[in-house]
């Protein structure tokens, strides 16, 4: 299992918004360790959409925001499109290295 | 634009050493730190390792006593070398930068190896 813990699926109509969580521990997130967060389209490498918690790199829509609070972290889409449907991975550090949640599957309806 | 391309075998035999190849294009090897991250299929995201701006390394714990990332500057590339595969091992495997904050900001397109007799 995942070192950090995501909904494995959400889903949501076009045009709304939704959250994916991301739960770690005080051996990562906790620790202060930033997130940074990913968007897999099928069949594509992971693309780098948050880093350092709440940062975009450019190009990047502000529809995507970060946040990180205590052991957790959350990444918001707002208005929602079609073409944001894919698997959204979160990634945090920890003494060892890095670490990533389990992925979330986003559905847009 | 940085680019990053991995090269290597997509077949290797259970118990040998599976070895890729991450070339950099369109910047320096010395401007950021890189990382193998792999990807089973189906499955999830699991980091293999980092090499740093002086050559030194970091390496997953689950993996570390089988695991070797090098690079070649002169080249500008670096590599994984992964020893005694299984079958556990076959996965898409992805070269990664990583950038100024921290993220993985540049990822090569990934290579599939499939760990089989």
């Known amino acids: 299992h995942s070192v950090l813990t995501q909904p494995p699926s959400l889903s949501g109509a076009p045009g709304q918004a939704v959250t994916i969580s991301c739960t770690g521990s005080?051996?990562?997130?906790?620790?202060?360790?930033?997130v940074h967060w990913y968007q897999q389209l099928p069949g594509t490498a992971p693309k780098l959409l948050i880093y350092g918690n709440d940062n975009r790199p450019s190009g990047i829509p502000d529809r995507f925001s970060g946040s990180k609070s205590g052991t957790s972290a959350s990444l918001a889409i707002t208005g929602l499109q079609v073409e944001d449907e894919a698997v959204y991975y979160c990634q945090s550090s920890d003494l060892s290295g890095a670490v990533f949640g389990g992925g979330t599957k986003l559905t847009v309806l | 634009q940085v680019q990053l391309q991995e090269s290597g075998p997509g077949l290797v035999r259970p118990s040998e050493t599976l070895s890729l190849t991450c070339t950099i294009s369109?910047?320096?090897?010395?401007?950021?730190?890189w990382s193998w991250i792999r990807q089973t299929p189906g499955k999830g995201l699991e980091w293999i390792g980092y090499?740093?701006?002086?050559?030194?390394?970091k390496y997953n714990p689950s993996l570390k006593s089988r695991v070797t990332i090098s690079r070649d500057t002169s080249k500008n590339q670096f590599s994984l070398n992964l020893s005694s595969v299984t079958a556990a091992d076959t996965a898409t495997y992805f070269c990664?930068?990583?950038?100024?904050?921290?993220?993985?900001?540049?990822w090569g397109h990934g290579t599939m190896v499939t760990v089989s007799s």
């Open positions: 005080s051996a990562n997130i906790g620790a202060g360790f930033d």
């Open positions: 990664a930068g990583v950038g100024s904050g921290d993220g993985l900001e540049i």
């Open positions: 369109g910047g320096s090897i010395s401007n950021y730190y």
């Open positions: 090499i740093y701006y002086r050559g030194s390394t």
